[in-house]
C-alpha cells in the first residue's frame, strides 16, 4: 500500500485522538511507515502555537487572529512534518486538520469558508487529504466526555452552545456536501466498534 494522508475531523470530545491512535497502530501492524501527528501542532513552533489557541479565555483571539494563528502552525506543520513523511512514502495520519479551521473559524466563528480555503492554499501549497474520516456526535454529548477526560487546553470547549452547535452542523453535513474526500461514522459507537468500522473503510 502506498502512503496516504487522512486526517480525522469532529467536534470536542467525539474521541479523534483514539480513533487516530487506534487506525496508526493498525497500519504500522501490517508493516506500513506511519506518521502520528495533530493540528494545531506536531512541530515545535506548532506546538506553541498550540498552547496560545487552546489555553486561556474564550474571546482571548478575534476569528481571524485565530485563523491566522491556526496556519502559521499549519504552514510550519506541513513543510516540516507531513510533506516530508508523504515524499517518502509513509502514511500520515493526523488528529485535526483544514475541515477543523472551516468549522470552527468559519462555521463557528463566521469568517467566509472561501477565504479560509485560500488562505490554506497559499500557507499549505493546497494540501488536502487523500481521505477525511468525520466523527459525528451531539455536541452536549461531546463536551461532557471532554468535561470528564480534563487536562486542561479547555478554550474551545468554554464557547457558548450556540458555537458548538454550528461547529457540529458544519461536520456533520461535510460528508454529503464532499463525499469524494469525506465519509462520516457515527461517535456513539463502542470504540472497537468503530475503529473497526474505519478500518473497513480505510483499508483495501
Same mark, same amino acid.
Given at each position: 500500500?502506498?502512503?496516504?494522508?487522512?486526517?480525522?475531523?469532529?467536534?470536542?470530545?467525539?474521541?479523534?485522538?483514539?480513533?487516530?491512535? =487506534?487506525?496508526?497502530?493498525? !497500519?504500522?501492524?501490517?508493516?506500513?511507515?506511519?506518521?502520528?501527528?495533530?493540528?494545531?501542532?506536531?512541530?515545535?513552533?506548532?506546538?506553541?502555537? /498550540?498552547? #496560545?489557541?487552546?489555553? *486561556?479565555?474564550?474571546?482571548?483571539?478575534?476569528?481571524?487572529?485565530?485563523?491566522? #494563528?491556526?496556519?502559521?502552525? /499549519?504552514?510550519?506543520?506541513?513543510?516540516?512534518?507531513?510533506?516530508?513523511?508523504?515524499?517518502?512514502?509513509?502514511?500520515?495520519?493526523?488528529?485535526?486538520?483544514?475541515?477543523?479551521?472551516?468549522?470552527?473559524?468559519?462555521?463557528?466563528?463566521?469568517?467566509?469558508?472561501?477565504?479560509?480555503?485560500?488562505?490554506?492554499?497559499?500557507?499549505? *501549497?493546497? =494540501?488536502?487529504?487523500?481521505?477525511?474520516?468525520? #466523527?459525528?456526535?451531539?455536541?452536549?454529548?461531546?463536551?461532557?466526555?471532554?468535561?470528564?477526560?480534563? *487536562?486542561?487546553?479547555? /478554550?474551545?470547549?468554554?464557547?457558548?452552545? *450556540?458555537?458548538?452547535? /454550528?461547529?457540529?452542523?458544519?461536520?456533520?453535513?461535510?460528508?454529503?456536501?464532499?463525499?469524494?474526500?469525506?465519509?462520516?461514522?457515527?461517535?456513539? !459507537?463502542?470504540?472497537?466498534?468503530?475503529?473497526?468500522?474505519?478500518?473497513?473503510?480505510? !483499508?483495501?
Amino acid at each position: 500500500m502506498a502512503g496516504r494522508f487522512i486526517s480525522f475531523e469532529g467536534g470536542e470530545g467525539s474521541g479523534k485522538s483514539t480513533q487516530s491512535r =487506534l487506525l496508526a497502530e493498525r !497500519l504500522k501492524s501490517l508493516g506500513q511507515a506511519v506518521v502520528l501527528t495533530r493540528e494545531p501542532g506536531g512541530t515545535p513552533g506548532a506546538e506553541a502555537v /498550540r498552547n #496560545l489557541l487552546v489555553n *486561556g479565555a474564550a474571546d482571548r483571539w478575534s476569528p481571524w487572529a485565530e485563523a491566522c #494563528l491556526v496556519n502559521a502552525a /499549519r504552514a510550519d506543520h506541513v513543510e516540516r512534518i507531513i510533506r516530508p513523511a508523504l515524499t517518502q512514502g509513509a502514511w500520515v495520519i493526523c488528529d485535526r486538520f483544514i475541515d477543523s479551521t472551516r468549522a470552527y473559524q468559519g462555521a463557528g466563528k463566521g469568517l467566509d469558508d472561501a477565504d479560509l480555503c485560500d488562505l490554506h492554499a497559499k500557507v499549505t *501549497g493546497n =494540501l488536502w487529504p487523500d481521505l477525511t474520516l468525520v #466523527l459525528n456526535l451531539p455536541p452536549t454529548t461531546g463536551l461532557g466526555r471532554a468535561g470528564v477526560r480534563g *487536562g486542561g487546553e479547555d /478554550r474551545f470547549e468554554s464557547h457558548d452552545g *450556540g458555537f458548538h452547535e /454550528r461547529v457540529a452542523a458544519f461536520f456533520a453535513r461535510l460528508p454529503a456536501a464532499e463525499s469524494a474526500r469525506c465519509h462520516g461514522f457515527d461517535a456513539s !459507537l463502542p470504540m472497537d466498534t468503530l475503529a473497526n468500522a474505519i478500518a473497513a473503510r480505510v !483499508l483495501p
